[in-house]
């Protein structure tokens, strides 16, 4: 008889990743981060189950201890994050050999019975298959009701940026708009971290940089703030969009990658080169010209996969290998960029200082890298990694200013947030202190705009306006600058934007 193909071993390599996958697709998390999971967790089962077929002579049993394997290896880091602090089963020198001990023994009283399993394995692949539909259908109904709603707020909302246009150039200049995420403002930095970042400054300022010493952000999150900033406006009606009450921010992802100002640049002949950040809307833009991936050397360079990888028997590996040559790769291929022939507009979004924390101060790595979606906001790791980030901007800084190109850059560094070390653990409450806003509202912003547009900057500019007054200046555009204002918002109800500006304002 020829011997029937097992399936639940596959069905529960793909269910851990599509669960992690399901349960934070409201952070706007790409389904295409998914596929190279997948497809190692697929191309590894096959490996394990045609050589326990090759041992064993017997498909069920095979299947079985494949399965039991698997489910083995996918739950370790939750139960070790479950049990930390509380048994002292939650260190990995007690909980491995545990779990060697507990797939030893599966995988012995699989060998030695002589019952049918036919009945078991049919069991085992109706609950592998039940998973993985359940958390698909979960994808499937999310991705229905956020395509509505991103689909509405096209189609409804009639704006300024919608309608203007810009005018003829008499230089198409490369534009750099380079994020780097959760820098914190000069004045947080000496207030809370106890820190002077004014050589950095100084740097900056004697290269022809101005300093907006007394800018905020407009929205605390990055992916409100971004969808402000790439489409020069705010973002407030997304309230009635999509309901106060709608948690998921797919729709201002759908915003970043999809925006007006990417738009209104390659409609002028400009190349969009997009680098890959490795988080979010950010990761991947399926409207670049150019998608630089830089997913370097390390496994675990992008925000999902580091925290699958955390939550399994992967977990007691440095995992901050991945993020660190991705990192490197950016600031690396950054300096290459202006070897590409025509006017770019190159948007990188890099997640530093932001956790997780992969870099010493002179760039060392850090020892233990642990991520979660909320972040882990440690003063003392994130002030080194605010300073090996320093130096690695100034490098880039020399670099694209030294290059041979006929007319200078627009450079502009700008965070989208500030960090968020005096929040309980990274999330953001309902009722905030005074001292919690200005550390998340208050960031660093820098511009570098030539033939003396730094003339129209001011101290107090917000993200909001800075595309504004580039295409003012630069393309003879006419758009009115907007107040600056910063909005903050919970973690559980995005949408809901109250006004801060009095509280966060410099005195």
Not at 2 to 27: Q, T, V
Not at 79 to 102: A, C, E, N, Q, S
Not at 185 to 213: Q, V
Not at 474 to 490: G, I
């Amino acid at each position: 008889m020829k011997k029937p193909f097992i399936i639940h071993p596959f069905l529960f390599a793909i269910f851990p990743i599509l669960f992690l996958f399901s349960h934070n697709i409201d952070r706007a998390v790409s389904f295409s981060e998914t596929l190279l999971p997948v497809a190692i967790a697929l191309g590894f089962t096959l490996l394990l189950v045609l050589l326990s077929r090759l041992i064993l002579r017997d498909n069920k049993k095979a299947g079985i201890i494949v399965s039991i394997f698997l489910v083995l290896f996918f739950s370790y880091g939750h139960v070790h994050d479950m049990m930390w602090g509380r048994l002292f089963i939650g260190k990995h020198r007690y909980l491995l050999p545990t779990w060697g001990i507990l797939f030893a023994c599966g995988a012995y009283f699989t060998i030695r019975t002589r019952r049918d399993l036919r009945n078991f394995t049919s069991i085992l692949d109706i609950v592998a298959f039940s998973l993985v539909v359940v958390s698909l259908l979960n994808i499937g109904v999310y991705e229905f009701k956020t395509r509505g709603a991103w689909q509405y707020s096209r189609s409804t909302e009639d704006r300024e940026t919608n309608t203007t246009d810009l005018g003829d150039a008499a230089t198409l200049r490369d534009i750099y708009y380079i994020i780097l995420d959760g820098y914190a403002s000069s004045s947080t930095l000496k207030a809370i971290y106890g820190y002077d970042n004014h050589e950095f400054t100084d740097y900056l300022t004697e290269k022809g940089f101005y300093i907006a010493s007394k800018s905020r952000s407009n929205y605390a999150f990055t992916r409100l703030s971004l969808a402000s900033s790439l489409n020069m406006e705010y973002i407030n009606y997304l309230s009635d969009v999509v309901g106060v009450e709608w948690k998921d921010l797919a729709v201002p992802s759908q915003m970043v990658d999809d925006s007006k100002v990417m738009n209104l640049l390659k409609s002028k002949g400009y190349k969009y080169i997009h680098f890959s950040s490795g988080s979010g809307p950010t990761n991947f833009n399926k409207y670049a010209d150019l998608e630089v991936q830089c997913r370097g050397l390390g496994i675990g360079g992008d925000e999902f996969t580091m925290v699958l990888m955390q939550t399994t028997m992967l977990q007691p590996l440095n995992i901050g290998v991945g993020r660190r040559a991705k990192v490197l790769c950016t600031f690396s291929r950054l300096a290459e960029v202006h070897r590409i022939e025509g006017p770019k507009f190159v948007f990188a979004h890099i997640m530093c200082p932001h956790p997780p924390y992969v870099f010493g101060a002179n760039g060392e790595p850090v020892p233990k890298t642990e991520l979660k979606f909320s972040g882990d906001w440690d003063k003392e790791k994130y002030l080194n990694q605010l300073i090996f980030v320093n130096k690695k901007v100034e490098v880039l800084v020399d670099e694209i200013l030294l290059s041979k190109s006929e007319v200078s850059p627009i450079i502009i560094l700008q965070a989208d947030h500030g960090p968020y070390s005096t929040f309980p653990d990274g999330s953001m409450p309902d009722r905030p202190t005074e001292k919690m806003l200005r550390e998340a509202m208050r960031i660093f912003n820098a511009y570098y705009l030539p033939s003396n547009g730094n003339d129209l900057l001011y101290d107090s500019i917000t993200p909001v306006n800075t595309f504004r007054l580039v295409f003012n200046f630069y393309f003879d555009a006419n758009y009115k600058l907007l107040d600056d204002q910063s909005y903050y918002s919970p973690s559980g109800h995005p949408y809901k934007f109250m006004n801060v500006t009095d509280k966060v304002d410099y005195d």
